[in-house]
């Protein structure tokens, strides 16, 4: 009964991975170098259908490679130009062969060694994103043994105490007083802007009381009245003229400065000798009793 019962349990089990035990199959062997996840009775595929099963492994050491037995159906007919792919079954680690029959009408005969392949399926395409889960991992822990050198307790409690700090200073603040000088500066600045308005509008009319001005005519008056001035400084400088004689010849300013000095002379005797100059009318005149200024 124990022997029925186990030769029962394994063709259950042989049953429900897709393996029939008493349908005839044909081994086949497969080489690779690295069979990770493959067990005796993983399936064979083929098209998504199960048409066999591993059956054993061999080591060749030697060579660097492990040939594999395969038991598949004989009612498939296999090319001498097939092929089994070593590839993922399921997102658990599991294994499966995946047969390609080949399209050559010569098939192949039972022990013969199928071409070989491995094909890292659905489960490649998450090794990048595998190595950046494993990159992040670690920063994020280099991250919280960093936090957990760091004083957290002490930088809470100075960011807390520097709160309440700046609560306490804008509690301090009148805070009704600043927003009532806010208010008469914002008014000052009212009449300030009204002033200016004024100012802007009288310019504004001078402005305009300038251009009704004919400025043609003007700019004509003022170039004649510098042609006036020029031909008046030309006269001028001529020798020709009075005023140019007086301005070339140094005889003229010799004798104004003459007149000049005897006049001063002139007056220092008066003021010193008043009656040289007030004589009786009739009496002879007689040289002047006074002396120049400089005592002859």
Do not use: C
């Amino acid at each position: 009964m124990t022997l029925v019962a186990g030769g029962l349990l394994y063709y259950g089990f042989n049953f429900l991975r897709g393996s029939d035990l008493f349908s005839p199959t044909n081994r086949y062997y497969a080489t690779y170098t690295n069979v990770s996840g493959l067990n005796v009775s993983n399936p064979v595929y083929f098209n998504g259908l199960p048409v066999g099963r591993v059956s054993g492994f061999e080591l060749k050491q030697a060579k660097g490679y492990i040939v594999v037995s395969i038991d598949i159906d004989e009612n498939l007919m296999i090319g001498d130009d097939a092929s089994a792919t070593l590839a993922n079954d399921g997102l658990f680690g599991g294994k499966a062969i995946v047969l390609d029959v080949g399209v050559s009408a010569n098939p192949m005969q039972p022990g013969d060694t199928l071409s070989s392949d491995m094909d890292e399926g659905m489960l490649s395409q998450f090794e990048p994103v595998a190595d950046n889960l494993n990159t992040t991992i670690t920063r994020l822990n280099t991250l919280l043994d960093s936090l957990n050198q760091t004083d957290i307790k002490g930088t809470i409690g100075a960011a807390k105490e520097t709160l309440e700090t700046a609560t306490t200073k804008l509690r301090q603040l009148n805070i009704n007083e600043s927003l009532d000088n806010a208010n008469a500066l914002m008014l000052s600045f009212k009449d300030r802007s009204d002033q200016l308005e004024g100012v802007l509008a009288s310019s504004k009319n001078l402005v305009d009381s300038l251009n009704a001005v004919p400025l043609a005519e003007t700019l004509q008056k003022v170039n004649e009245s510098l042609d006036h001035v020029n031909k008046l400084l030309i006269s001028v400088q001529s020798e020709d003229g009075t005023i140019g004689k007086m301005l070339n010849d140094d005889s003229v300013y010799n004798s104004l400065n003459k007149l000049l000095v005897d006049m001063d002379e002139l007056i220092i005797h008066f003021n010193n000798y008043p009656k040289d100059f007030m004589s009786p009318l009739g009496r002879k005149n007689k040289k002047l009793k006074g002396k120049s200024q400089d005592g002859k």
